[in-house]
């Protein structure tokens, strides 16, 4: 099991034409495109669970993207809500910037899932 401490703070990988960097956030700094109703409950207790026993070591990397200087989460909201439940300070994720066009959408479907929570 790794340890937070053991995550490199930027390592650039080649994904498709596009860099991807590895850094270690605060999950809670991450903004969701999914609300509370479109997460299972039951997975994100059973996640938050094993993150207080044993850190984030045993999950795979939070996908990002970099959105005018926002980190929106592609896939790994239920890790990321764990490890906020949690109370884990820092987590992996794996960041891709993305153009204009894209961040604007991400930009607008993290809004509506803000929206969705209150």
Do not use: C
Request: charged share 30%; aromatic share 4%; net charge positive.
């Amino acid at each position: 099991m790794a340890n937070r401490s053991s995550f490199a703070p930027r390592r650039r990988i080649a994904a498709k034409e596009t860099e991807v960097a590895l850094r270690s956030v605060n999950p809670k700094s991450l903004l969701p495109r999914q609300g509370p109703t479109e997460m299972t409950g039951s997975k994100v207790e059973r996640f938050k669970k094993a993150m207080k026993t044993d850190g984030y070591g045993n999950f795979p990397p939070i996908d990002v993207a970099n959105a005018e200087g926002r980190l929106i989460i592609v896939d790994g909201h239920h890790r990321a809500a764990a490890a906020a439940r949690a109370g884990l300070r820092e987590v992996p994720v794996n960041v891709r910037n993305v153009g204009s066009e894209e961040a604007s959408q991400l930009l607008r479907e993290a809004a509506e899932a803000m929206s969705r929570r209150y």
